[in-house]
């Protein structure tokens, strides 16, 4: 079963607008980490926050992690059309070694 | 460096036939990892390796499906006899061996789209 739930499913912008996704997940872990996936393509690496960081930042992107409600966030900031894709965090739980577990993921659309 | 190839990048096959997947990964990265991806299910992990070792085949719907890594560059995912539920993206993915071994960033290939009719 998927360890991450992502909110929301779907998410349509306008360019320039911020774009927040969120993720939620169940087991404690080591890891967590989003991924981008656009049309036709496979998952490119986005960015990845400990579980002993709060806050992590890179380009356009800053992502939030609390431990305690077991969540995180993925926030882009003045978004582009470029940035429409699929978005998913994925989770390495502290017993799995190098395993990933994914969210179903978050469609965002970016209009011109 | 070329990234992880996948071969082909499209498959279109008859039901009972025999299909084979192909998986070049990353010089130099340790973990192997083969995914299936549909509108339903979403992504899932079919099977990883480290180290050409199978450690977790658990997500391998049934015994049609089997993996192997004979060497450290390349892998394959075969299914016999292919069903239409097959139908779906495989990705194959890799990830270097990190001193902290669940470090865990994996890197994909494009994919390989399989329509079993």
């Known amino acids: 079963s998927q360890q991450g739930e992502e909110d929301p499913q779907a998410l349509s912008i306008q360019e320039g607008e911020n774009a927040t996704m969120n993720c939620s997940y169940k087991?404690?872990?080591?890891?967590l980490q989003w991924y981008r996936q656009n049309s036709g393509r496979g998952l490119v690496h986005l960015i990845l926050i400990r579980s002993n960081e709060r806050e992590k930042h890179s380009g356009r992107l800053r992502v939030t992690l609390d431990t305690s409600k077991k969540s995180s966030s993925l926030l882009i900031t003045a978004s582009r059309a470029a940035d429409t894709a699929s978005y998913f965090c994925?989770?390495?739980?502290?017993?799995?070694?190098?395993?990933?577990?994914f969210g179903e993921g978050t469609q965002l659309t970016v209009n011109p | 460096d070329a990234g992880v190839i996948q071969s082909p990048r499209h498959e279109v096959t008859e039901m009972g036939q025999e299909v084979t997947l192909r998986c070049k990964p990353i010089?130099?990265?340790?973990?192997l990892f083969w995914y299936r991806q549909t509108m339903m299910r979403g992504l899932e992990l079919l099977i990883y390796f480290n180290n050409n070792v199978p450690i977790d085949d658990s997500g391998m719907p049934e015994d049609r499906f089997s993996a192997k890594m004979p060497n450290a560059s390349f892998s394959t995912l075969k299914i016999q006899p292919s069903e239409p539920r097959d139908s779906a993206v495989y990705f194959c993915?890799?990830?270097?061996?990190?001193?902290?071994?669940?470090?865990?960033?994996?890197?994909f290939g494009a994919g390989t789209r399989l329509s079993v009719l």
């Open positions: 087991t404690s872990i080591n890891n």
């Open positions: 010089s130099g990265h340790n973990s």
């Open positions: 993915a890799s990830s270097p061996m990190l001193p902290d071994l669940a470090y865990g960033i994996q890197y």
């Open positions: 994925a989770t390495v739980r502290e017993t799995s070694g190098s395993r990933l577990t």
